[in-house]
């Protein structure tokens, strides 16, 4: 047990649950806030030279509730590390290191960098039946983070391999339907401009999903874009919720990178199956004649997850999946490939390329 004058110093809800090392909280007005430490340690031993590894990070996480409207949530660590080959090659290759960005040297030659993650999520609207169940709601949030779409281990669409980014996120849910958009602003290419500051592009997605809640099935729908422009601005037709991107962009000329995926899960008892399909580009009369051209640009995913009887492991469970890219998927002539800070904002991967994953 600890001294009971450290703990007065630290306050009466000072370790009040496992994940809240000190907390103040207000169960009446539903208010809440809480910091805690954040540690990320990892070794590898050395291999001949080459893929030593060392993670060094120290951090903070700041949870806050103000009533069931607004919450904030923010982490920030700072790292030194040792990396093994294969990061360095990437590093070395593209200037930024993978899932997090930029990075300097310290004098004893130690990989250091700082990452940090914050966002506002706010309840803009909410209706409910007498019977207490939903009608529809609309949340918005506001940040700087990663976001992972799909059920996947791994994702097609989005997934959180490439660094946080500032990001703009509302979602609309009435009944079995959801709807979301997501704008991000992305690193174009690591190049600057004249005021020394990294060059942009921009995302914008909208994706619904529709729920079988007694079959235990859910289906999607998603369109992205990514856009850049000279002057680093954002393209205004863009910010529509509701317009289909195809149809913005063919109209500006067609100069950005529109991808479309479809997404499905089922679920029965304790067995989730899973999948997803992305078109990058399609020309009909090109693959009817040559199969294997490289405008056919598309990926798919399939999976499965089973969660383990109880009688067995509390949380255990088995994944097993297969992902699959075409050549030249995600990519465009212009800087309008699909990527963060030159890492991808889907698959680590990237594209050409068969892949067979399992975890448990």
């Known amino acids: 047990t600890m001294n009971n004058k450290v703990i007065l110093k630290t306050g ?10 000190w907390s103040y909280s207000d169960p009446e007005e539903l208010d809440e806030f809480a910091i805690n430490p954040v540690l990320d340690l990892a070794y590898g031993p050395n291999d001949n030279g080459l893929n030593e590894y060392l993670l060094n990070g120290r951090g903070l996480e700041v949870i806050a509730q103000m009533g069931n409207q607004v919450a ?37 030659g130690y990989t250091d960098y700082f990452f940090a993650t914050g966002y506002l999520d706010a309840k803009l609207i909410e209706k ?11 949340t918005a949030t506001l940040g700087y983070d990663q976001q992972h779409i799909g059920t996947g281990f791994r994702s097609l669409l989005l997934s959180n391999f490439a660094g946080p980014s500032a990001f703009l996120q509302v979602q609309y849910q009435i009944g079995p339907f959801k709807y979301q958009n997501l704008f991000k602003e992305l690193v174009r290419d690591m190049s600057m401009d004249s005021s020394r500051t990294v060059n942009k592009k921009y995302m914008a997605m909208h994706r619904g999903t529709l729920e079988f809640e007694k079959l ?31 149809s913005v962009e063919r109209d500006l000329g067609s100069p ?19 999948g997803q399909f992305v078109l990058d580009e399609f020309h009909t009369n090109k693959i009817i004649a040559q199969p294997t051209h490289s405008y056919n640009k598309h ?24 992902n699959q890219v075409r050549p030249f998927t995600y990519s465009h002539y212009s800087a309008n490939h699909y990527t963060h800070r030159l890492q991808s904002l889907s698959h680590p991967l990237e594209s050409n390329f068969k892949e067979l994953v399992w975890r448990g």
């Open 299 to 322: 990926g798919y995913q399939l999976g499965a997850y089973v969660q383990l009887p109880k009688t067995w492991a509390n949380y255990g469970f088995v994944q097993l999946e297969y």
């Open 128 to 138: 409910t039946k007498p019977n207490g169940n939903l009608r529809y709601r609309i």
């Open 256 to 274: 950005d990178n529109i991808l479309i995926a479809l997404d499905a899960n089922w679920k029965h008892k304790n067995i989730m199956l899973y």
């Open 216 to 246: 235990g099935l859910e289906l999607g729908f998603s369109e992205s874009i990514i856009q850049s422009r000279p002057d680093n601005g954002i393209d205004l037709s863009y910010l529509n919720p509701v317009i289909f991107y195809r």
């Open 72 to 108: 904030l949530y923010s982490t920030v660590l700072d790292y030194q590390a040792i990396n093994p080959a294969p990061i360095k090659e990437f590093m070395a290759r593209r200037s930024t290191l993978p899932g997090v960005g930029m990075y300097s040297t310290n004098f004893a």
């Open 12 to 21: 009466k809800h000072f370790l009040p649950h496992p994940n809240r090392f």
